[in-house]
């Protein structure tokens, strides 16, 4: 049996106390992200939009991987309007770090005996285990709206994951033995995403701060894989604009892209 998570009253209160406009809102979808990706290329949207599903058949992650969401996690995209935002191109890039920030703050709200952390570059840790994932995507019809999509372990038990996932990731409910209010933990993620987004319309150097305190690699030896190459080098943050920096035999590396194939 399945009962509801959100109900009309949630989607209001979404719409009233956040900066989102407009809610889309789905029982199950495939991925919030294709939702947004359609709505866009049929230009029935009004930024910033939100859309959300209680359960995702199909979700996507970064690398062309499946996001993994038991019943209980909170899956949504937000739908960015970056020219109407007045976020230079340059900027841009940026966004998932931003987005990560917002998670973070607002996860600390939520449990305030707790670390969480960033993992360059879209990821969100509590302790040494992922909790949320962040899936940044730019329509080819629309390259000026931005879909952030983020999806965060609530009350999802990581019991019922597949058996590889079990010891990388947690969910809030795995970690304390309590449940969340879905609709709590979104709206407050939703303010504080408002200000991360401020941050990154504001002083750069303040958003670097903010990413330097949360750099959970930082101090550690990254390998990094970009294409063929693979970069060896010991994490000494995170540049003003969101470059990830590796000491290597060689000197200081930046990289904007790239997978972390390995943290020791
Ligand atoms: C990652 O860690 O690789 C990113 C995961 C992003 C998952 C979210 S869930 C909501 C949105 N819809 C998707 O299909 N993916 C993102």
Known sequence: ?????????????????????????????????????????????????????????????????????GPGALTFSLVLDAGALRLSADRRPQISLTAGLGVCQALDEALPN?????????????????????????PSQKPECLIVG?????????????????????????????????????????????????????????LRSAWMSRCILHGRTVHLQSGPRMTVGVCRGIDIDGALLLETDSGMERALGGVIARVE
């Open 150 to 206: 983020i999806g965060i372990n609530v009350n999802n038990s990581f019991q019922d994951a597949p058996e590889e996932l079990r010891p990388l990731a947690t969910s809030l409910a795995d970690t304390t033995g309590e449940r969340f209010d879905p609709a709590e933990v979104l709206i407050r993620v939703l303010l504080e995403l408002a200000r991360s987004l401020e941050l990154l319309l504001g002083e750069q150097s303040a």
């Open 114 to 138: 707790h670390k969480f952390g960033l993992k360059w570059p879209n990821d969100v840790f509590l302790g040494a285990r992922k909790v949320c994932g962040i899936l940044v995507d730019v």
């Open 1 to 69: 049996m399945s009962s509801a998570i959100f109900l009309p009253e949630h989607l209001r209160r979404i719409q009233n106390e956040t900066f989102v406009t407009q809610v889309e809102f789905h029982r199950e979808l495939p991925s919030t992200n294709d939702r947004a990706v359609e709505l866009i290329a049929e230009g029935r949207f009004s930024a910033p939009l939100l859309i959300l599903a209680e359960r995702q058949t199909a979700g996507r992650g970064r690398g062309g991987n499946r996001w993994w969401s």
